[in-house]
């Protein structure tokens, strides 16, 4: 079960997207074309072809000056995914689990129903799958297996300037996460670690999740509503009306 985790401390981050080109470089996926939506944020959302995305949120300091929230935001490779058991259910090998790092892997050759995409993706606590239209798979942030296979770091931890993020052993990254927690704990009262228990990528971030983004956090009263919705994956109308 320990696997691999990523740390990504956000109070390092300065919004570079380095990660994010990496990202595209390495899976060699196509630039997306947006346009400007008022924010410096590019491209506005994650997709088929963007697996990391810096988000960027601005609030304002009581004297009125902004402030700059940024959240590299991807797969959490959570350790229980509710998408590889909603998959199961209807496209059997859609979603694995990596034997080594027990990265959670989509298999974009496998299709997918719109609908049933539909139900796998309102099922992730943080909205990651996507859907491939063209293709009919599902694609996300595959945690660079294949780099770590032969021993380099993924590519957006490897890129990233500042220290922001980093990867190894589970373990490893639990302790180094905790301890920069406390570190962090003396200048900014409100930080924390999000749902380090559940999720192989922990994000340190230094004020609420709510000022990152809508789905930083895995929030329990959404992840009832979830497995509810789950339900419905693993026991069909047609058997519930039986029973």
């Known amino acids: 079960m320990a696997g691999k985790s990523f740390f990504i401390d956000t109070t390092r981050c300065t919004g570079c997207r380095g990660c994010q080109v990496a990202c595209k470089q390495w899976n060699e996926n196509p630039g997306t ?10 491209p506005p959302d994650l997709s088929a072809a963007t697996f990391k995305l810096v988000r960027f949120n601005e ?21 229980y995914p509710l998408c590889k058991m909603a998959a199961d259910a209807v496209a ?14 989509f298999n974009p050759e496998v299709k997918i129903s719109p609908t049933d995409f539909k139900g796998i993706r309102e099922i992730c606590p943080f909205d990651i799958p996507r859907h491939d239209e063209k293709l009919g798979g599902m694609a996300k942030c595959t945690m660079c297996f294949d780099r770590i296979s032969e021993g380099m770091l993924p590519a957006c ?10 990867f190894g052993e589970r373990e490893d990254i639990l302790k180094i996460a905790r301890n ?41 009263a959404t ?21």
């Open 33 to 42: 074309k947006t346009f400007q939506q008022g924010s410096y944020q590019n």
């Open 223 to 243: 992840g009832t509503t979830r497995l509810a919705g789950l339900k419905r994956f693993l026991y069909p109308a047609s058997c519930l009306e039986k029973s």
């Open 92 to 105: 059997k090998g859609a979603v694995n689990l990596d034997s080594r790092t027990r990265a959670v892997i």
């Open 59 to 79: 609030s304002a300091e009581a004297t009125g000056d902004p402030k700059w929230y940024f959240f590299p935001d991807q797969c959490r490779h959570c350790l």
């Open 180 to 220: 920069r927690l406390g570190e962090v704990k003396h200048v900014h009262k409100n930080a924390t670690l999000v749902n380090p228990e559940s999720v192989r990528v922990i994000f340190l971030l230094k004020d609420v999740p709510e000022k990152y983004h809508k789905f930083a956090e895995r929030k329990e």
């Open 157 to 166: 931890v490897k890129a990233c300037p500042t220290g922001t993020m980093q």
